[in-house]
């Protein structure tokens, strides 16, 4: 079975651009996760969606931080103008239950904002 | 406060020896229990998890992890270490009534060959 596919693996761009990292979930699951992942901070949820439903975007850290789940298959997370403290590496995560704690994540978007 | 702490940010092991990292929790509610796994340039990997029952469990390359209550710990065992355990790993604790895990920082484990 094919695991959670992020795109793109590394994304090098220039403070204010526009940034789009993307997501398609384990085919059944109904929770997605955005994380992000620095040493300085290390893990850190920025949004949860279940059933293709943002439930809860406290750890978007400014407005400049957007995410979309149009529909069971498919995740966005736009960063709109990107700074250089965006940099990172960016992961999402699917789970089969709400509360199960049990995360199947991509293999990550590396984020660079020069 | 929710906090999970892992005491040791690096260790270093060799090749054939057991290895034991260590995880506190402070939780309210009944914790879920987990470790999580990631290799260089991946994402994480789950390798085992602990809801309720048999406080030994054991999970995926051989690893085991103990839940002890009294002691607010949940630390990951393998009798011998490979090369290819060489990673970072992650403890992370939950409940039944919040998606939300709380996760320690992360234990890197070197291996001498």
């Known amino acids: 079975d094919a695991g959670v596919i992020q795109s793109p693996r590394h994304e090098v761009t220039e403070m204010g651009q526009e940034v789009t990292l993307r997501c398609k979930p384990i085919?059944?699951?109904?929770?997605l996760f955005w994380y992000r992942q620095t040493m300085m901070r290390g893990l850190e949820l920025l949004i949860y969606f279940n059933n293709n439903v943002p439930i809860d975007d406290s750890g978007m850290p400014e407005d400049r931080f957007s995410a979309k789940m149009p529909n069971a298959s498919f995740s966005t997370l736009k960063i709109q103008p990107s700074e250089p403290r965006d940099s990172a590496v960016y992961f999402c995560a699917s789970s089969p239950g709400l509360y199960t704690g049990e995360l199947f994540f991509g293999e990550g978007s590396r984020l660079t904002v020069l | 406060a929710q906090s999970v702490t892992q005491p040791d940010i690096h260790i270093t092991v060799s090749e054939g020896a057991s290895l034991e990292l260590r995880c506190n929790y402070s939780?309210?509610?009944?914790?879920?229990l987990f470790w999580y796994v990631q290799s260089p340039g991946q994402g994480l990997q789950l390798l085992l998890k602990?809801?309720?029952?048999d406080t030994l469990v054991q999970g995926i390359k051989g690893f085991e992890a103990e839940f002890k209550r009294s002691q607010s710990s949940f630390n990951l065992r393998k009798p011998s270490v490979h090369w290819s355990d060489a990673a970072e790993y992650f403890c992370a604790v939950g409940s039944d009534s919040n998606y939300q895990l709380i996760w320690g920082a992360g234990t890197k484990l070197i291996i001498k060959p």
């Open positions: 939780y309210g509610a009944t914790p879920y």
């Open positions: 085919s059944g699951h109904n929770s």
């Open positions: 602990y809801f309720s029952g």
